[in-house]
């Protein structure tokens, strides 16, 4: 019991240990996470912050150049005079690229009919730029406007100037400029972009300034990167689109800004990318750091705690147990004592009882190591002395001499008492080792009995010489007498026989008690969950409801069945009229959890009108043994596809199955009780022999088996076939 209790501590203590740990990791690993959720979600907020940022200064930039441009007189005279051969803007765009951040400005005029004049970057005009949103308005309500738009060369930030002579609308004077200082600003940041015109502008795009694209998105920036854009297609650039925050791939940080014209509609994104490395984690290295040593040193006072707890209730029932084996050796009314054969390591209250100048057991080691120091020699070869048995001490030699009857003498008061010597090997509670325990029993008065007996036996013969006669006198009677006593012990053996077979029949349903297994699996099961949710703080009414009713079920089930045995053998067991479905449904619900554990499929072919007379409890618990008779058989032969087949016919009942069959060697054994080709306590030594009483002797069937081959699902099969013949 010691060791046992010391196991479930050790356990329980590792189990709180393991759940702490388990706790303290997944708060660990969901904090984390949460930390890289809110590190990632500002970095990409801040980041849409700094890219609108760089498009607002960019636009304010173009439009204030735009305004400064516009004052040029040879850009008026081109509208008045239609005549563009000394407009030569395209040099200073390359001057302004040349000398300042705008690398790549283009320049347009548009009339007030909406026809482009000129444009510094192509050959390209006269062609009507209507279709683009906002200019029809503009010509209309001409007013400096800056925005964004997708084109026919690219998508660009626009500022537009309204040209005047005098009060006189002339045109529109357009500056327009790319996105790519903004991706050369971003990218300096350790950050990669893709700057994508929405694919609504795919048939808009007539002369693609680059001619890059995914899918129908144009890529507006010069300086895409090739990974950059083989990510996106690999994530799929409609996902990333409609990601709503970010997203971590291929250990990359991926967010998307989205671009809006003047109507704030959506004309095109900016994809950016980030290398986690480059993505400080500082603070959350340091909350882990701090965290992990917290735990640690929660988790050591933790485990000194428990240790402390464990060791004081564990020492306290050591002591608990102790003492209740103290007390009953103390109760015992013979002498005990505890000890190797050599060193005396305990003894009850009757030891110090006989050795009463002793005041406790210390007291007499003082002066006595073993007990044996105290046995007398009385020249008898069946009493022990503390002397040599071939290696051996006195107790061992007793231990290992069971049937001899050993004794000891020794004196109290100046007379010798006699003591018969009963020895056996234990464990007693709160001992470490095991220990010979040693039972005196004081056998002083049978010894002189025996003595005074032996006088009367030496004047036997002068009884025996006096009474010849009389018992001569007595012979003639004596033979009548003694047929009369042979008929009595005739009798008495019979009754006797009959007495000995209740005995047998008592110990086989000792046997039969492993048939508890699952039921007292499924109650410990329900037990432990019902602790399990009440720890968890997760035990509501329904599944304490369900769990009880599981462990109630489990509990009338091993009460009927062994109310069943008791009754296998009662002549006047009340017999009714039941359906035979009934009783197999039952019984396969029954063994519900071993034939799903087992992968085993029952095909019930039973005549739903089928009825049988009989005692419905002893038969169910027959058809349980060859149901479980017949999953044992499967999972011993390790079949893939395992059947149990049972069906009706002619007034039988038939329960096969596919596990080969039965061996021929031993089919005419397998209803004899304890006959097993496994450990009995496997539960295959006794079912089948019951089956066989029940159904044949209480019930008068008739239970038979042999091995058939059948076909099922068009698949052959051999197995052992039980039939039952209900034909009395």
């Known amino acids: 019991m010691k060791k046992k209790a010391l196991i479930i501590y050790i356990l329980l203590f590792f189990v709180i240990i393991f759940t702490f740990i388990y706790i303290s990791f997944n708060y660990l690993k969901n904090h984390e996470k949460e930390l890289l959720n809110n590190k990632y ?418 004047n036997l013969e002068l009884l025996v010489e006096e009474n010849t006669m009389e018992l001569k006198n007595l012979n003639a009677s004596l033979e009548k007498r003694i047929k009369k006593e042979i008929l009595k012990n005739k009798k008495k053996d019979e009754i006797l026989f009959q007495h000995n077979k209740m005995i047998a029949m008592g110990e086989m349903i000792n046997n039969i008690a492993h048939q508890w297994r699952q039921p007292l699996s499924a109650i410990s099961s329900s037990a432990s969950s019902i602790l399990l949710k009440k720890e968890m703080n997760s035990l509501d009414d329904e599944s304490l409801d369900f769990l009880c009713s599981h462990i109630v079920e489990s509990s009338n089930f091993l009460s009927k069945t062994i109310e069943d045995f008791r009754i296998f053998y009662k002549e006047d067991e009340n017999e009714n009229e039941f359906l035979l479905q009934e009783i197999i449904d039952q019984s396969i619900k029954i063994v519900t959890n071993k034939l799903e554990d087992t992968h085993i499929k029952v095909i019930n072919n039973i005549d739903e009108k089928t009825k049988i007379f009989a005692s419905k409890n002893q038969f169910q618990q027959a058809i349980l043994n060859i149901i479980n008779n017949a999953i044992e058989a499967l999972v011993e032969n390790k079949k893939d596809q395992r059947y149990i087949f049972i069906t009706t016919f002619e007034n039988s009942l038939s329960i096969k199955d596919n596990a080969n069959g039965i061996n021929k060697d031993i089919m005419e054994h397998i209803f004899e009780p304890y006959f097993t080709t496994k450990h009995k306590s496997q539960g295959r030594g006794i079912g089948l022999y019951m089956a066989k009483i029940i159904l044949e002797k209480n019930m008068h069937f008739k239970l038979d088996v042999k091995n058939r081959a059948f076909t099922y699902d068009g698949k052959e099969y051999f197995g052992a076939n039980f039939i039952i013949d209900f034909n009395k």
């Open 41 to 458: 979600t500002i970095l990409s907020t801040q980041l849409n912050k700094n890219i609108n940022f760089l498009i607002e200064d960019k636009k304010t930039a173009t439009l204030s150049l735009a305004i400064a441009t516009s004052k040029f007189e040879n850009i008026k005279n081109a509208f008045i005079t239609k005549d563009i051969h000394n407009l030569d803007l395209s040099s200073f765009s390359k001057e302004l690229g040349a000398n300042t951040s705008f690398k790549n400005i283009w320049f347009m005029l548009i009339d007030k009919n909406g026809k482009s004049i000129y444009r510094s970057w192509t050959e390209h005009k006269n062609d009507t730029l209507i279709f683009r949103k906002g200019i029809k308005n503009l010509l209309k309500n001409p007013k400096i406007t800056s925005t964004i738009s997708v084109g026919r060369y690219d998508m660009t930030i626009h500022s537009i100037i309204p040209i005047y002579d005098k009060k006189e609308f002339l045109g529109i004077f357009e500056v327009i400029t790319h996105f790519n200082s903004i991706a050369n600003d971003i990218n300096k940041s350790n950050i990669n972009s893709l700057i994508l015109a929405d694919k609504k502008y795919f048939n808009t795009l007539k002369y693609p300034f680059n001619n890059n694209f995914i899918g129908e998105y144009y890529i507006s920036n010069l300086n895409a990167k090739d990974y950059l854009i083989n990510l996106i297609k690999k994530i799929g650039i409609e996902k990333v689109l409609k990601t709503n925050n970010y997203l971590i791939i291929d250990n990359k940080f991926i967010s998307t800004f989205k671009i809006k014209d003047f109507e704030k509609e959506n004309i095109g994104y900016i994809i950016f990318s980030k290398n986690l490395e480059d993505i400080d984690m500082s603070d959350i290295s340091k909350f882990k750091t701090n965290f992990i040593t917290n735990a640690i040193s929660l988790l050591v006072f933790l485990t000194f705690i428990l240790s402390l707890i464990f060791y004081y209730i564990f020492s306290r029932k050591v002591i608990i147990e102790k003492k209740k084996a103290q007390q009953i050796l103390d109760s015992q009314q013979n002498i005990i004592i505890l000890t190797d054969g050599e060193i005396l390591n305990n003894a009850n209250k009757q030891f110090l009882n006989f050795f009463n100048q002793y005041n406790s057991i210390e007291e007499f080691k003082l002066e006595h190591k073993c007990i044996c120091e105290m046995f007398i020699d009385i020249n008898d070869e069946n009493y022990v002395l503390d002397k040599d048995y071939n290696g051996k001490n006195w107790a061992q030699f007793i231990l290992e001499n069971p049937k001899r009857n050993l004794k000891a003498a020794m004196k109290k008061d100046g007379r010798i008492r006699h003591f018969l010597l009963n020895v056996s090997l234990n464990l007693f509670s709160g001992e470490e080792i095991p220990y010979i325990v040693v039972t005196l029993t004081d056998i002083t008065l049978d010894i002189k009995q025996k003595s005074e007996l032996k006088l009367l036996n030496d």
